[in-house]
């Protein structure tokens, strides 16, 4: 009987995962489909990869940046090179330079972007600005280069290159507002590591009227604010301006003087002793001893004289040890002194020193209306006066002074001395009778002069002495002085001084000096009244009283 077959069982469906003796078993359907979505999945965003690298490049492409070489920071300058190129003043633009190219070197005062493809700056130069346009120009204006120039920091110095066009309409927000300039080319020269205080247009707003609401719209900015952030406070136009004046005084007195045979003279200041009293000196220590800082050149001019220099003048620092911290007064200030020879009467000094302000108000009106009238936007006020004409100059004696002031109600026992508020009284009735800001009062009383003024020939209570005024304030004080040496000893002992502590000044009188007189000008108290600043702080570049030593 043949053998039966053996039963043979169906093999056991083994798992896709699983090895077999002779390795992996293939995948199962749902893994494959699985797999082919993946594939599928990456395909697609392979492609759109390609597709965005591929629209990025073509963007990148078409946004070359070709304006690199005409914007950016400059190197420091460390005179590496010097190309010559002409450099022109914001001042000089005109109409008719319509399409002449120019280089320029400025601050940005203001900055504002239009869009992605405009960008406005107003440049600055001292007291002048101009409006410049930068503009996106195919290959010749980027757009990167717009966007830099749209994010240059306010007070930036720049070298701008541009184009002169001829304004359609009066660019107000510029001084120069016939023309703006289109910009091809803008380098940084310096920019700002710092935060600015506060920014020139804010420091350059009118000052408010008294009555004006604190909530005003704009920005104020207080004086001890500026006096502390000197450096930006002096960028504004209106401080450009009131020191472009204070240098034409200055001049103006110098041109003035020469024409009229004086010597500039520059003594020293630091003295053994006191000028005048030894309460408003500032003593220091000097060596093994002491020394007191001057407080005015009176000593030096007057033994120039004695040394017969016969007409001289200094431009020099003053100092007060006086504590007043008041409008008027500093611990330092500019003195214009001057002193000469007397033939026969002292209003010979006085009638020169009117001559030389009328010399300088005149000037400053004619040669500096710029400035006066970029001061006035900020400080309004009415003109300065003065009398031209036969009349001349208002001359007043001490006793007519103080009737005028009686006669508007001020008690006449308050008036040994005028003080600054009877001053300022005096002046306003002064203007109202007589329609002039400048005026002079001579003939005071001795008690009032310092050691080495004369005394009348008439009434030794009185002086050969005078002050001059502008709009109600004094300006400058002088006299006739002291040149015989017995003379001057007994006044000097009668204001209690030892004549000894001052040999070398009595010394001089001793070997023979002419009659002589001269006076004492304040600069800057002369500028604030010129153009009524109302604090001479504003008319000293960095001001020093008894609060402030710094900046």
């Known amino acids: 009987m043949a053998d039966a077959a053996p039963v043979q069982n169906p093999p056991a469906e083994q798992p896709a995962t699983t090895e077999g003796a002779d390795g992996p078993k293939a995948p199962s359907k749902n893994e494959l489909k699985k797999r082919a979505k993946e594939e599928e999945k990456a395909r697609k965003a392979a492609e759109k990869a390609a597709k965005l ?26 005179s590496q090179s010097r190309p010559r190129r002409e450099r022109v003043q914001i001042a000089s633009l005109t109409p008719e330079m319509d399409g002449q190219t120019v280089l320029i070197r400025a601050r940005v005062q203001t ?48 070298l701008a290159e541009g184009v002169v066009k001829k304004a359609p309409e009066i660019i107000k927000s510029a001084t120069v507002g016939e023309v703006e ?13 710092t935060v600015l205080p506060f920014t020139v247009d804010d420091a350059n707003r009118p000052e408010p009227p008294e009555t004006e609401a604190e909530d005003v719209q704009f920005k104020r900015v207080l004086l001890d604010t500026r006096l502390n952030n000197r450096v930006v406070d002096l960028r504004t136009q209106t401080n450009q301006a009131v020191f472009k004046l204070q240098h034409a005084i200055s001049h103006l007195f110098r041109e003035y003087l020469d024409g009229k045979g004086f010597t500039e003279i520059h003594s020293p200041k630091l003295q053994g ?32 004289i004695a040394a017969d220099f016969e007409r001289v003048y200094e431009i020099g620092p ?33 009638e020169l020193l009117d001559g030389l302000f009328l010399h300088m108000f005149r000037n400053l009106k004619q040669k500096y209306a710029k400035e006066i009238e970029t001061v006035r936007k900020q400080f309004p006020a009415d003109d300065f006066k003065w009398r031209e004409g036969p009349e001349g100059t208002l001359k007043l004696s001490f006793k007519e002074a103080v009737d005028l002031l009686v006669e508007d109600g001020v008690p006449r026992e308050d008036l040994d001395d ?22 002079i009062i001579d003939k005071f009383p001795m008690a009032l002069r310092p050691f080495y003024t004369m005394p009348d020939p008439e009434d030794p209570t009185v002086s050969n002495s005078y002050d001059f005024f502008m709009r109600g304030e004094e300006i400058l004080s002088g006299a006739q002085r002291v040149h015989d ?16 502590s001052m040999s070398y000044y009595v010394d001089a009188f001793k070997l023979g000096c002419p009659p002589h007189g001269g006076g004492g000008i304040g600069l800057e108290r002369v500028l604030m009244l010129f153009l009524k600043l109302n604090n001479i702080r504003r008319a000293s570049l960095f001001p020093r009283d008894p609060k402030r030593l710094e900046p």
């Open 53 to 78: 690298a591929e629209l990025e490049a073509q963007k990148a492409a078409a946004e070359v940046d070709f304006a690199t070489e005409f914007y950016g920071k400059l190197p420091l300058n460390q």
């Open 111 to 158: 900055s504002r972007a239009q869009g992605s493809k405009m960008v406005f700056l107003n440049l600055r130069q001292r007291t002048d600005s101009v409006q410049a346009l930068l503009t996106v120009a195919p290959g010749k204006v980027s757009k990167q280069m717009a966007k830099w120039a749209a994010g240059l920091q306010i007070e930036s110095i720049v």
């Open 181 to 193: 300039l289109h910009l091809t080319q803008l380098h940084l020269i310096s920019g700002l590591e």
């Open 273 to 304: 002793a006191a000028t005048e009293s030894g309460a408003s000196v500032f003593q220091v220590s000097y060596f093994k001893g002491k020394a007191y800082l001057a407080q005015s050149p009176q000593l030096a001019k007057q033994m120039a």
């Open 318 to 350: 003053v100092f007060r040890a006086e504590d007043s911290n008041t409008h008027r007064h500093m611990t330092e200030f500019i003195g214009l002194d001057l002193e000469m020879t007397i033939e026969e009467h002292y209003h010979e000094v006085m």
């Open 418 to 439: 005028i003080d600054t508020t009877n001053e300022k009284r005096l002046g306003r009735i002064v203007r109202a009778k007589y329609d002039t800001d400048y005026f």
């Open 485 to 500: 040496a017995k003379l001057l000893t007994e006044q000097m002992r009668g204001k209690g001084i030892d004549p000894a």
